[in-house]
């Protein structure tokens, strides 16, 4: 069953120019050490992190939050499976609100995709339930 759908475009150069005005400090705020480590494993991070950051806020959307109630942008990291895929990894308030959203019985699965096509970066968020096996 879903729970939760969200999705956002997201402008590479906002995340450019961004991260040339404010740096380290927007970094340390909305990104998470995998994340930071996956887009400066390559040569121009900006891409890789507005995809991240549009599927924060696509998360943030899915979980019916935003940015608000105790969620807060490191409380949701994108990570990838060893197959390739990537998912979201939750913490603090934004996996308190995905616990409280699951239904007992039920484990919650997030399924993400990410693309870009310069300038724009883009994400969905999928949030949905499985019974326990």
Known sequence: MILGLGNDLCDIRRIERTLD??????LD???TDV?????FAKGAPAATLAKRFAAKEACAKALGTGFRNGTFWRDMGVTNLASGRPTMILTGGAK??????TPDGYEARIDVTLTDEAPLASAVVIISAAPRS
């Open 29 to 31: 705020r909305v990104f």
């Open 96 to 101: 308190a609100h995905l616990d409280r959203m």
């Open 21 to 26: 005005r404010f740096g380290e400090r927007f």
């Open 35 to 39: 994340e930071r480590r996956r887009a």
